[in-house]
């Protein structure tokens, strides 16, 4: 009788810890399933280092306008912006909704930090505050390379793609945007006409070229350059009023950073003065005013980028 109620516990404690064992290998086979899905990393390496992020995060703060572009473009949330200044066309991000984290220069750290953020984007305006950034939270620099403009561009996208779960979104966007690319190139091409690209900026000109900053114009979108050898450089070529008189181009592609950065100043007033109305741009009607949020804010951008295209191509 002892010996059948020992086998009775024994068979009692087995069937316990069977019934444990399925139990917790259901939750293993859980956890490997939806809830790896949530918890998922990527290391991301950029130019000062990596980031090891969540993928799908949900906390995330931008200072890079072009990314916030995409974002947008994509239907991805964000959480904190600087907000001291905001393209236009993406204005609806400086509602309260959304955490100001100060400006593009002057980050406000103890805001984002309060945040605790899953990811930081930033790009060059922060790029000698990264550490600051990266002790904060996962910090992810982003970069156009002008002298590769496609080339940094798909692979920015790309990452985004990758990051938040839209690679194929994104791989039919970029498609299409260099479908519409090359119908440019073709038409910019045959047109055989040399434009120079200026920044005004409070009474000032400098002038872009190739490989530079907004030489998105010549290098990729095919127009002809009226001056090859403008040195390449963030803020442009200083030059004069005497200078794109003797360049005369036969297209003056104007940024307007004033009204990009909300100041009151017109580059119209600047640009189209005595001798400039001397220029074959000025007497054919060809000084084009491209919008600045796009080209001075937001460059690099799924939406920004299309906007360019169809500026360069409606001055055609």
């Known amino acids: 009788m002892k010996k059948c109620n020992l086998l009775m516990v024994i068979l009692a404690m087995v069937l316990i810890l069977a019934a444990c064992g399925s139990k917790d290998e259901g939750q293993s086979e859980k956890a490997s399933g939806e809830g790896a899905k949530v918890t998922e990393e990527m290391t991301i390496p950029h130019k000062y280092g990596e980031a090891v992020i969540k993928k799908n995060p949900e906390k995330v703060v931008v200072f890079d306008f072009g990314i916030l572009d995409t974002l947008d473009e994509l239907g991805i949330e964000v959480t904190g912006i600087p907000q001291t200044t905001i393209p236009t066309y993406l204005e609806k991000y400086a509602a309260d909704t959304y955490t100001n984290v100060g400006s593009l220069k002057e980050p406000d750290f103890e805001a984002i930090h309060a945040m605790q953020p899953d990811v930081i984007f930033i790009s060059a305006r922060q790029a000698e505050l990264y550490e600051e950034f990266a002790d904060i939270a996962p910090t992810v620099f982003v970069e156009l390379d002008y002298a590769n403009y496609m080339e940094s561009f798909e692979k920015n996208m790309n990452l985004i793609g990758k990051i938040f779960g839209k690679e194929d979104v994104v791989a039919s966007e970029i498609k299409e945007i260099n479908a519409g690319i090359e119908a440019l190139k073709e038409k910019t091409t045959a047109l055989n006409k040399k434009g120079l690209i ?15 900053r907004f030489g998105i114009i010549h290098d990729v979108f095919g127009f002809g350059a009226a001056d090859e050898g403008i040195e390449v450089s963030t803020h442009g070529q200083s030059i004069t009023f005497e200078y794109v008189l003797e360049t005369n181009p036969d297209v003056l592609f104007v940024i307007d950073r004033n009204t990009a950065v909300g100041a009151d100043a017109a580059a119209k007033d600047t640009i ?45």
């Open 198 to 212: 200026l920044l005004a900026n409070e009474g000032k000109v400098s002038a872009y070229g190739p490989g530079s």
């Open 272 to 316: 189209e003065n005595e001798l400039v109305q001397k220029t074959t741009a000025f007497k054919e009607g060809k000084i084009i005013y491209l919008e600045p949020n796009n080209w001075y804010l937001s460059g690099g951008g799924l939406q920004s980028m299309k906007v360019m295209m169809s500026e360069i191509e409606g001055s055609l």
